[in-house]
Each structure stands twice: as structure tokens, then as C-alpha cells.
């Protein structure tokens, strides 16, 4: 490692744990930085899964007391998420390095397209009379895509699963955000021990962004409050956007 390829995973790091801590998106700096040190697209993807994966388990931490009511739901829901992330982390491992390369662009997209209208999609769930939250096929289904398209890609994924738990019954935001938040950390849990136990990670990188990203976090927590939230989205958008542009002209 050079001094601007660790000065670029390092600073990239950083700002994706600031990010996640105020309105999410990291994703979008830290696996490019990755690809532009020249870490292959499937080892730069379990990397940056590792990297950002403490911030999955303190987000869950701190919805505990909200959690403790609803164990008897987040049971299946739990299993569907476990063995949907390893599906998706082996379906990662098997996928050559080229053909995720071209993949990337796509998958970009989709992320920034969910990003952008994140909150016009919030609204609408929020408004839509859903039922009782429950365990149907259903909810158990959605849950299984999301968890499989968490453990292959991970960006976005927590916007879908706003989505699926709201169509699956739940109308309160913080009680979403909780059960979001939990589902999350299982997912990015057991991916992490796939790539782990694959040995697909990088891991020179990856300590280096495990330290600036939780600083980051850290960091990005204490100026949540003194940035505007809209200023911030634009940005990622705006990132995610030109990345996007950029990875599809590669492939031309």
C-alpha cells in the first residue's frame, strides 16, 4: 500500500461512517475507494461489508428496550434474514470478478434511484393502512429478497427493508427503524462471517477503514445536528449519481 492509496481507503472510510451516522449512503464512498486502490470488485465488496459492519450492531444496540416486545416476531423474521444474508454472500463469492464488475453500474443505480426518493417512498408507506404486523408469507418473503440483495450488494438494502416492514403492517417510523436496524445487523453479521471464512476479504484495507469508519460514525454523530439533513442527501445523491455515470462508461 502506497501513502495515497491508504490516505484515500482511510479518508473514504471516514467519510461513509459520518455518512451512515446522519442519513446513510456510506457505501457510496468507501466500495469505489476500494476499486480505486485496485482491490477486485468482490474482494472491495466483503472489504467494505467488514468496514461498515460495527455500525450495523450499535444501531441495533440501541433499539433494545424498543426490541424486547417483539420477540416473538422477530424470531422467523431473524432465521429468514440469517440464512437470506448467507445466500446472498455465497451468491457474491461465486459471481466472477468480471461479470460483478459489470453488475456495479446497475447496481449503483438502484441505490441512488432508492435514495432519492427515499422520502417521497416513506410518505406514501406511511399513509397506506397496511394491517396488523405479522408473520405471513408474505412479509416472510419480502424479507428473504432484501436479505439475499443486502448479502450480495448492501447498499440500499435498509431503504428496501423500510419498505417491505411497512407493507407487512407496521405504521410506526421508530418501531420500522428498530426492527430495520436488527434485521440489518444479522444480515451484515452472517455476510461478514461468509467473507471472512472465505477468505475474500482484504484485510490491510479493511482495518484501516474499520478504524477511520468508526471515527467517522463517532464524528458524523456529534455534527448531525449542525448540517441540514437536505444539503447532505444531495450530496450522496449527487456522488452517487456521477459514480454511477462513471462505472457505466467503464464498461463501454
Known sequence: MTGWQIALVGIAAF?????????GGGTFFSFPALLAVGVPPVAANASNSV?????????????????????????????????????????LLSTKDATFSKLIPWLLLFATILFAFSGKIS????????GKPGNSPSSLAGQAVVSVYGGFFGAGMGILMLASLAMAGHDDVHEINAIKNLLSAIIYSVTVLTFVA???????????????????????????????????????????????????????
Open 51 to 91: 468496514a461498515l459492519w460495527p455500525a450495523s450492531l450499535s444501531g441495533a444496540w440501541a433499539y433494545r428496550k424498543e426490541l424486547a416486545r417483539y420477540k416473538r416476531y422477530l424470531i422467523p423474521m431473524g432465521i429468514v434474514s440469517f440464512i437470506g444474508g448467507i445466500g446472498g454472500g455465497l451468491l
Open 198 to 252: 472465505a477468505g475474500a476479504v482484504d484485510w490491510p484495507y479493511t482495518l484501516i477503514m474499520l478504524a477511520t469508519a468508526t471515527l467517522g460514525g463517532y464524528w458524523g454523530a456529534t455534527i448531525a445536528r449542525k448540517i441540514p439533513a437536505l444539503w447532505l442527501r444531495r450530496f450522496i445523491i449527487t456522488v452517487g449519481m456521477l459514480l454511477t455515470v462513471f462505472y457505466f462508461y467503464k464498461t463501454l
Open 15 to 23: 467519510c461513509a461512517g459520518a455518512m451512515n451516522s446522519v442519513a
Open 123 to 130: 410518505s406514501w408507506l406511511r399513509g397506506t393502512e397496511s
